[in-house]
C-alpha cells in the first residue's frame, strides 16, 4: 500500500512539474479536445472533495502559455475555465449542503483538511470563498465547508463568481504574458515548483502555528 501510494504522489508530481509538455502535446495531438480535458480538470478540482490533488495554480499557467502557440485560444479558455470553476464550486457547496452531515463521518473524509478550512473561514470570514482559490486543497473543501455551514447561497454564489474571475485570468493571463520570456520558459519547472510552494506556504504556516500551540498546551497546564 505505501508503494502504490509513494507511486501515486511521484506520478501526479511528475504531471504537475510537466504539465506544461503534457498539455502541448495533448493539444497538438487531440485538438479541440483539449478544452474538454482543461475544463474537466478545473471542474472536478474545485467541484468534488475527493480530488483535491489535481493541479489548479500551475495548470493555468501553462494553458496561458500555451495560447501564443496557438494552442487554445485565450478568448475562449478563460471564459470556459471560469465557468468550470464556478460550476464546480456550486456543485461542491450544494454537496456540503445536502450531505455534508454525512460524508464527514466517513472513514475516508479528509478530517484534517475540513478542519483547516473551517480555521480559514473563521480568520477571514465570506472572503475566504475568494482567497481560498489560491490555496490547494482549500481551495476544493472551501465550498464544501460553506454548504455545509449553511452559508447563506447568495452570498456564497457572489464570492464563488467573484473568486473564480480573479483566479483564472490571474494566471491565465501571468502564462499568456510571462510564459514566452527566454529565462521562465527555459525554467518552466522551477516556475511551477515555485508556485506550488508559494501556493502551499499559507498552509505550512499554519501546520506549524497549530503544531506549536499543542506543544505550548501542556506547558501551560504545567505551570498551573
Not at 163 to 171: C, M, Q, R, Y
Request: glycine content about 8%; overall charge positive.
Amino acid at each position: 500500500m505505501a508503494a502504490e501510494w509513494r507511486l501515486m504522489i511521484e506520478t501526479l508530481i511528475d504531471y504537475v512539474l510537466h504539465v506544461d509538455k503534457h498539455l502541448e502535446a495533448f493539444a497538438q495531438g487531440h485538438g479541440t479536445l483539449i478544452y474538454v480535458l482543461l475544463f474537466a480538470i478545473i471542474f472536478c478540482e474545485t467541484g468534488l472533495v475527493v480530488t483535491p490533488f489535481l493541479p489548479g495554480d500551475s495548470l493555468l499557467f501553462a494553458v496561458g502559455a500555451l495560447a501564443p502557440q496557438n494552442l487554445v485560444r485565450i478568448e475562449v479558455i478563460v471564459p470556459l475555465l471560469i465557468a468550470a470553476a464556478i460550476i464546480g464550486d456550486n456543485l461542491n457547496y450544494w454537496i456540503g449542503r445536502k450531505a455534508g452531515g454525512w460524508m464527514v463521518n466517513q472513514r475516508w473524509f479528509k478530517q484534517d483538511y475540513m478542519a483547516k478550512t473551517e480555521k480559514f473561514f473563521v480568520k477571514h470570514g465570506g472572503k475566504a470563498i475568494i482567497l481560498a482559490r489560491f490555496a490547494p486543497i482549500i481551495r476544493t473543501f472551501a465550498p464544501f465547508t460553506a454548504g455545509f455551514g449553511r452559508m447563506s447561497y447568495r452570498r456564497f454564489l457572489g464570492f464563488s463568481i467573484s473568486g473564480a474571475f480573479i483566479w483564472v485570468i490571474s494566471f491565465t493571463m501571468a502564462g499568456y504574458f510571462l510564459g514566452q520570456i527566454p529565462v521562465i520558459k527555459n525554467n518552466i519547472k522551477l516556475v511551477f515548483l515555485l508556485i506550488i510552494v508559494v501556493s502551499l506556504l499559507p498552509i505550512a504556516i499554519e501546520i506549524v502555528k497549530h503544531k506549536m500551540a499543542k506543544k505550548e498546551e501542556p506547558e501551560k497546564g504545567e505551570d498551573a
